[in-house]
């Protein structure tokens, strides 16, 4: 319904009346401004009142505006330039403190990603993960900041790990021509998403291989490839992504993969905490 809203607002003009014209036309316009304004604030803005606009949601078959808005939200969120991203952002945070207000948007997506998450894939990906031949991880533009995480913490608990380098698509292919049933690929993207991802997971699922993708909802493009869909709350911070929700996501599949090779990583962590002190790593006067 997403991709075909705008023409259904546009092809339903005819029957709305003057007040809903308004709505109707304000969102045509500036769609990517009407995803994130309540009820009154959309009002205010073309002069109706806040129950005209939750009607004109029932009148295009929605259940209530709330519904309307996310599918907005939805429709836009991969096609925002990241000057677009500045303004709406801007909007929504208001005139009130910055901080506050963000740090209460990323609470409020940790707490939606520890309602929504699937417990069960989350325990599948991570028994899976576990029985490996080989884990490779793929993270491309912010998303391989989190991608950098995983593989910096997977190497102490695992000597089989392949971090897939972001150079381009053909250097991508070189690194996991190798990929087999035997594997587990995990792919992590999130809006605006990456074609590198999409086509090094279809390719990924072609070989076999185990998928854990990491992302931000259902509609994401690599949940049509995933053995196991791992979903973390993300949203627009301005220019950049907020990834506060899957940075916790990651922190739990750590201490989850630790616990189940809790020997190993002991061992491990005794022979760098004694190269650590011969080699000085860590200041220890303070």
Not at 126 to 143: D, F, H
Not at 146 to 175: M, P
Not at 221 to 230: E, F, I, N, S, W
């Amino acid at each position: 319904m997403q991709e075909d809203l705008l023409q259904k607002i546009e092809c339903s003009m005819s029957g709305f009346s003057k007040s809903q014209k308004r709505i109707a036309e304000f969102i045509l316009n500036s769609y990517e401004k009407a995803a994130y304004m309540t009820a009154l604030k959309l009002g205010n803005a073309v002069n109706v009142s806040e129950s005209t606009v939750v009607r004109f949601a029932d009148e295009l078959g929605f259940d209530g505006y709330p519904d309307l808005q996310k599918n907005l939200q939805a429709l836009i969120k991969n096609r925002l330039t990241a000057v677009q991203r500045i303004n709406i952002t801007n909007d929504r945070i208001g005139t009130g403190s910055v901080l506050k207000n963000t740090l209460s948007q990323d609470i409020d997506r940790i707490k939606r990603t520890m309602e929504e998450i699937d417990t069960a894939k989350f325990d599948e990906a991570i028994e899976k993960i576990c029985a490996a031949r080989r884990i490779y991880i793929l993270g491309v533009m912010s998303a391989n900041i989190l991608a950098r995480f995983l593989d910096y913490n997977f190497q102490l608990i695992f000597d089989n790990i392949h971090f897939v380098q972001a150079i381009n698509k053909s250097g991508i292919y070189q690194q996991i021509i190798n990929m087999t049933g035997d594997d587990v690929f995990i792919a992590l993207s999130f809006p605006r998403y990456s074609q590198s991802t999409i086509s090094a997971t279809a390719y990924a699922k072609e070989c076999g291989a185990n998928v854990v993708a990491i992302t931000d909802s259902a509609a994401s493009p690599l949940a049509q490839y995933a053995d196991q869909l791992l979903i973390a709350r993300s949203d627009m911070a301005s220019f950049a992504d907020s990834l506060v929700a899957p940075l916790s996501l990651l922190n739990a599949m750590i201490v989850a993969l630790g616990s189940k090779k809790k020997e190993h990583i002991e061992q491990s962590f005794a022979k760098l905490e004694k190269l650590w002190e011969e080699h000085e790593v860590y200041k220890k006067d303070i």
